[in-house]
């Protein structure tokens, strides 16, 4: 596969000023919720918001199946039977069948509101990313932003993945009832199929809300970024979708309480996050961050201040009729000291990644305790 191909152009930043990050998720979340804390819990609720009509619209389908089997006539109310109801059985399973299919189509219907999440909610990550903070330009104009780039993909990828999960539950109970073993077999495969479906339309929209392209450019890029990264493509999204598996294992008792408490408080923010952090750590390898140095800039700005001194008491000297050749002071030689540290701290053709992480300018790409000692150590100066 030819990846030069590959084009990612027109990046969508003009609205903000681009910081080198070189952080994992977890680094990175703590460096938002240190900054932000209280404005990532709201662009959770946000996000909380998207999903909840899902989540309601399950347990409503809970609820009226309960109430199927409670609605169920009972035997042997009144002292001991040998009585059986005839068909109960099946009349049971084609209630219940019946509710899951009205109720499935009512989430498929539901889940539509993800589209925000999968347009505004990853522009709020991608600006974060890129400032290292959840809020410099405000969540909500880096959402409205992310809405009018990537609405109708976001809203395509959401349809898709529904139907198609819809599609599968509705194959899988009509060959259940007379071929289970092929049900299985057949819900196994297209669900792995499913699973990489989901994993290219997330790099579209990844990619849509990141860059300005025509339509069969953005495609043609995701196609190629999925097959080039395909195993950390594959175990991100499995990470970012883990929260749903949990919450049907952890379903019914104390435990599905408990962590019902936990997506309220970080669940909206967890999917964005896991994900477009993933792309934009692959994006920088495209169009890697230039690396700034205040050091190296002030150094600069020192020596030229004394070149242009010395040059100026040059100039005089010419013009009171003294010599050309001048005896080397004191001045001129911290002159020329000066500039030999700064040629050397100049250097940056072969920048490791441990000198890049101790830049001033990206101190919000370091951990939580160099952060706190270079920000002691500038008060200090100060």
Same mark, same amino acid.
Request: net charge neutral.
């Given at each position: ?27 990175? %979340? ?98 974060? %990313?890129?400032?290292?903070?959840? $809020? ?41 009832? $007379? ?40 495609? +043609? ?21 883990? =929260? ?7 379903? /019914? ?12 408080? %970080? /669940? /909206? ?12 750590? #692959?994006?920088?390898? %495209?169009? =890697? ?16 201040? &004394?070149?242009?001194?010395? &040059? $100026?008491?040059?100039?005089? /000297? ?33 920048? #490791? +990644? ?7 300018? +990206? ?5 939580? +305790? ?13």
């Amino acid at each position: 596969m030819d990846y030069s191909r590959i084009k990612l152009e027109n990046e969508r930043n003009s609205h903000v000023t681009k910081r080198l990050n070189r952080l994992n998720t977890w680094q990175f %979340f703590k460096v938002i919720y240190r900054e932000n804390i209280w404005r990532l819990f709201g662009f959770n609720f946000l996000m909380v918001v998207c999903l909840a009509p899902i989540f309601v619209v399950l347990m409503l389908g809970n609820m009226h199946t309960t109430e199927i089997s409670q609605t169920l006539p009972v035997l042997n109310s009144f002292g001991f039977s040998t009585g059986a109801w005839m068909g109960i059985d099946e009349y049971y399973a084609t209630q219940v069948q019946q509710s899951n299919f009205t109720y499935g189509w009512f989430t498929v219907l539901s889940s539509l509101l993800i589209t925000v999440m999968l347009s505004g909610g990853f522009a709020v990550i991608r600006d974060a %990313f890129w400032t290292g903070k959840l $809020s410099a330009v405000g969540v909500f104009k880096s959402m409205w932003k992310g809405l009018k780039a990537n609405i109708i993909y976001a809203f395509v990828t959401t349809a898709v993945i529904a139907l198609s999960v819809m599609g599968i539950y509705s194959m899988f109970i009509a060959l259940s009832g $007379s071929i289970l073993w092929l049900a299985i077999v057949l819900a196994v495969l297209l669900s792995i199929v499913l699973l990489f479906v989901v994993i290219y339309l997330a790099i579209l929209c990844s990619v849509s809300v990141t860059y300005k392209q025509s339509v069969r450019q953005n495609l +043609d890029d995701s196609w190629h970024l999925l097959w080039l990264n395909v195993l950390p493509n594959l175990i991100h999204m499995v990470l970012a979708l883990a =929260p749903i598996a949990l919450y049907f294992i952890f379903r /019914g008792g104390l435990l599905q309480q408990i962590y019902l408490i936990v997506l309220l408080m %970080f /669940g /909206g923010l967890y999917f964005p996050l896991v994900w477009q952090t993933h792309m934009m750590k #692959t994006f920088a390898l %495209f169009h =890697p961050v230039e690396v700034k140095k205040k050091k190296q800039s002030k150094q600069q700005d020192a020596v030229t201040m &004394e070149q242009e001194q010395h &040059e $100026s008491k040059s100039k005089k /000297g010419k013009q009171n009729g003294k010599s050309n050749v001048e005896q080397p002071t004191a001045s001129d030689e911290l002159v020329d000291k000066m500039q030999v540290v700064a040629n050397d701290s100049v250097k940056v053709e072969n920048i #490791t +990644d441990s000198e890049i992480s101790n830049s001033e300018s +990206d101190a919000y790409a370091m951990d939580d +305790d160099a952060y706190a000692i270079d920000k002691l150590n500038d008060d200090n100066k100060n």
